[in-house]
């Protein structure tokens, strides 16, 4: 697909390479000639982001999150974070990531659960950093997940004393904190 106009070609250029490659283009304007370069390569944001995370955590437990990103190009540009409420509490790059090609990566977070988790969306967000591309992330579905806190164990007392006389009566409570 060439275009031809006043001292000017242009060429379509099909990247079908997942390596990066350089376009020049170069023009003589009769004293000498002029070049300039640019650097072109591929890149495919993920086909779908999922998460994994349980529904109803424990506080003050560890838990796992895990964020899948499908068919994604380069990983040296990919940013997955965790966010909770809108707020984001873990992110991953892979900077110094060689592979080339689309890949399917999983990374698992872990966080303790808290109360302010309670009825808090979970989701994960995988971003390619591309510079001037729009529309570059893409995020799983929400999890609003629900947190408990387990009781203490029972505390029982008697009432006057633990020592009780053959046929005498006491009271006896048993209770629990939390």
Not at 3 to 19: A, C, H, I, K
Not at 20 to 47: F, G, R
Not at 147 to 171: C, L
Request: charged share 25%; with cysteine.
């Amino acid at each position: 697909n060439i275009q031809e106009g006043d001292r000017w070609v242009s060429t379509e250029v099909l990247v079908n390479d997942w390596e990066k490659s350089n376009i020049s283009c170069i023009s003589d304007d009769k004293e000498e000639l002029l070049k300039s370069t640019v650097t072109v390569a591929a890149y495919a944001l993920p086909s779908k982001v999922t998460i994994d995370l349980e529904e109803e955590l424990e506080e003050g437990q560890r838990h796992e999150v895990t964020c899948t990103v499908f068919d994604v190009a380069p990983l040296a540009n990919l940013q997955i974070s965790v966010i909770r409420g809108g707020k984001v509490i873990r992110t991953q790059t892979f900077v110094e990531d060689t592979m080339t090609g689309k890949q399917t990566l999983s990374e698992s977070f872990y966080f303790e659960a808290s109360r302010r988790d309670n009825f808090q969306d979970f989701y994960c967000q995988a971003t390619l950093e591309l510079g001037t591309v729009e529309d570059n992330m893409v995020q799983s579905e929400k999890i609003s997940v629900k947190t408990f806190a387990r009781p203490e164990f029972p505390a029982i007392s008697i009432k006057p004393a633990t020592t009780v006389k053959e046929g005498e009566s006491v009271t006896l409570t048993c209770h629990s904190e939390g």
